[in-house]
């Protein structure tokens, strides 16, 4: 039996996490010793282990939950699980990437037209980046990635854009 404290220890984890998986039936309930302390049992560190790496893959506490409430030798649900997540990931792929096209290329309009002069956004017929433009938009790009400045809040001009 390992006390929260070891159990958090073992499994690099703090003893409120433990709790709080405690309190959505991730985990077992834990049994209490004379002096008050929850006693874990041995495996139960294999458990937390479980739910971290379920949570790794992008599965919510409902979906590990429903997971860890049958226990079965069968990997089939988790498989299942797992499917469900690379199919939603791919979705999400397709719409990042289509959405990494649409900044792009308003990145691209917006550095060649600052000044609109046909109303507002979206109002004008605008054309195909120029192969300046985009090596242009490459570098400060790149520039900004390279940067720790996160979003610029007290940046001081060091990723080298205007964004300060």
């Given at each position: 039996?390992?006390?929260?404290g070891?159990?958090?220890?073992?499994?690099?984890?703090?003893?409120?996490t433990?709790?709080?998986?405690?309190?959505e039936?991730?985990?077992?309930?834990?049994?209490?010793?004379?002096?008050?302390?929850?006693?874990?049992?041995?495996?139960?560190?294999?458990?937390v282990?479980f739910?971290?790496?379920?949570?790794?893959?992008?599965?919510?506490?409902?979906?590990?939950?429903?997971?860890?409430?049958?226990?079965?030798?069968?990997?089939?649900?988790?498989?299942?699980?797992?499917?469900?997540?690379?199919?939603?990931?791919?979705?999400?792929?397709?719409?990042l990437?289509?959405?990494?096209?649409?900044?792009?290329?308003?990145?691209?309009?917006?550095?060649?037209?600052?000044?609109?002069?046909?109303?507002?956004v979206?109002?004008?017929?605008?054309?195909?980046p120029?192969?300046?433009?985009?090596?242009a938009?490459?570098?400060?790009?790149?520039?900004?990635r390279?940067?720790?400045?996160?979003?610029?809040?007290?940046?001081?001009?060091?990723?080298g854009?205007?964004?300060?």
């Amino acid at each position: 039996m390992q006390r929260i404290g070891e159990l958090a220890k073992a499994t690099k984890t703090t003893t409120a996490t433990l709790r709080y998986y405690e309190s959505e039936g991730l985990l077992p309930r834990a049994g209490r010793q004379p002096n008050g302390y929850r006693a874990y049992p041995t495996a139960a560190a294999g458990r937390v282990d479980f739910i971290r790496r379920a949570q790794a893959l992008g599965l919510s506490i409902r979906e590990i939950k429903h997971l860890v409430a049958e226990p079965t030798t069968d990997p089939a649900r988790l498989r299942r699980a797992v499917a469900h997540k690379l199919a939603a990931l791919e979705s999400r792929q397709a719409e990042l990437a289509t959405l990494h096209k649409d900044l792009e290329a308003m990145y691209l309009r917006l550095a060649r037209e600052p000044a609109l002069g046909c109303g507002q956004v979206g109002d004008c017929g605008w054309w195909l980046p120029t192969e300046e433009e985009v090596m242009a938009m490459t570098e400060e790009v790149d520039g900004v990635r390279a940067c720790d400045c996160q979003d610029c809040p007290e940046c001081q001009g060091c990723c080298g854009t205007d964004c300060c």
